[in-house]
């Protein structure tokens, strides 16, 4: 599938998602889970002690910085049961 039908695939998901109000649902479940995991507390500790070794400090650099190790933190059975959240809605959508 070409890219562009991928991003055209994503905008319309994400449309439906936050029309029917699931999205706020599974940003919840989301915040929620990465809560209980400690990945919120271990970011915010990683971003506070690069941003004191930061000079000059720089918001946007701090979080260009930040933002793909966060990603790629994030633990795989949070990744999975939003993933089937997100996959359960569709479902109902196309049924």
């Known amino acids: 599938m070409p890219a562009a039908d991928v991003n055209s695939l994503y905008i319309q998901v994400r449309r439906r998602l936050i029309e029917s109000g699931e999205w706020d649902h599974i940003r919840s479940v989301m915040s929620t889970k990465l809560n209980e995991s400690g990945w919120t507390d271990e970011v915010h500790h990683k971003a506070k002690e690069a941003g ?4 000059p400090l720089s918001f946007h650099k701090l979080l260009a910085d930040t933002s793909p190790r966060a990603t790629n933190s994030i633990p795989l059975a ?18």
């Open 52 to 55: 004191r070794n930061m000079e």
């Open 78 to 95: 949070v990744k999975r049961e939003i993933s089937a959240l997100i996959r359960q809605h569709l479902e109902k959508q196309f049924e």
